[in-house]
């Protein structure tokens, strides 16, 4: 990336992928080292093999009450944080959902083309409805604008973390349902990448390890941030519940907590979970979390600190108004297409 002081990113020829990548984030907390390991690392390695956008997915995060203010400094900041992870606004587009009005308009297309119980069957929903005091139609619909934004791009991957993954079920049958009623391809039929849970697809709550790390937990304790400083990061995985015993092995079913530490270990450093294993016998927990914590502010560190540098004024502001230049062209022709197959009037 070069982004000096309000440069604006210099649009390069697009670059001929065999296959293109969609993936979002929402703005709806501080992004946790779940969200990094198990999303933006990805996405990172993935723009040197795909056509890829990044998208901060605003909307979503509309599904709950949002204080407007952070909401619009989140999204900078989502946005800073895929540049500081690796993502770069020179091969990957980076863009805001809502700067793209073909995604609510396709959302709403598609609604009308998938049912009640297909929604209100969805994990997420029944979880997230059940902490709300007041549920949104929103929330309940949130899945359709998902499948909008993936569909909206045909694109052919998504990565996403193992949480997402019934959601993404939902797109590709809401696109077979399109394709089959009009016996034509509107929407390719995306396929998912879900890294392993030892490859980081489910991290889990420092606090609880049966539930997701996630970043708006009402308790911040159970989630590393990125932006964390070093010592909040050390506080935080000094206090990580740990399992009966004081061997560190990795035991999904027995040992829950440790091997969640031991996947987020491994994950920083490179070093496999037998590595891991042998490197700590007979040592205890206090001195495998001591180490944790130094691999994780290692790792942490220099996005941390790329962060701070993109936070000039209109540095990330250049590189969105640049996605959205790029994305827009790719997502009309779909909406276009499905618009009038569906018989809505259009005026040349
Ligand atoms: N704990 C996690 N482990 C692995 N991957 C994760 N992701 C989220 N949490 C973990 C992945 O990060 C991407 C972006 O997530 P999102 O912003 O779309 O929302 P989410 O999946 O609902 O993530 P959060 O952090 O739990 O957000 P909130 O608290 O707002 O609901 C996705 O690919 C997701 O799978």
Redesign the pocket.
Known sequence: MKGDKGARVKPLAPRIMAKRVF????P??SL?I??Y???LRNFAKLQHEAECLFCV?DL??LTVPQDPKELHQRTLDVARIFVASGIDPDLATIFVQSHVPAHAELSWLLECTTYDGELRRMT?YKE?AARQEVVTSGLLTYPVLMAADILLYQADEV??????KQHLELARDIAVRVNNRFDEEIFKVPEPYIPPKTA?????NLQDATE??????ENPRGNIAILDSPDEIRRKIKSAVTDSGREIYYDEVNKPAISNLMVIYSLCSGQSLDEIKSAYVGSGYGQFKSDLAEVVVETLAPIQKRFTELSEPGVIEAILAEGRRKAEPLALPTLRRFQDRLGLLALS
């Open positions: 993936s979002g984030v929402q709806s907390g946790t779940g969200n390991l198990g999303a997915v979503h995060a997420q997230k990565p996403v973390g193992d949480d997402q980081g697809g489910r991290i889990m997701k790390m996630s970043k708006s937990a």
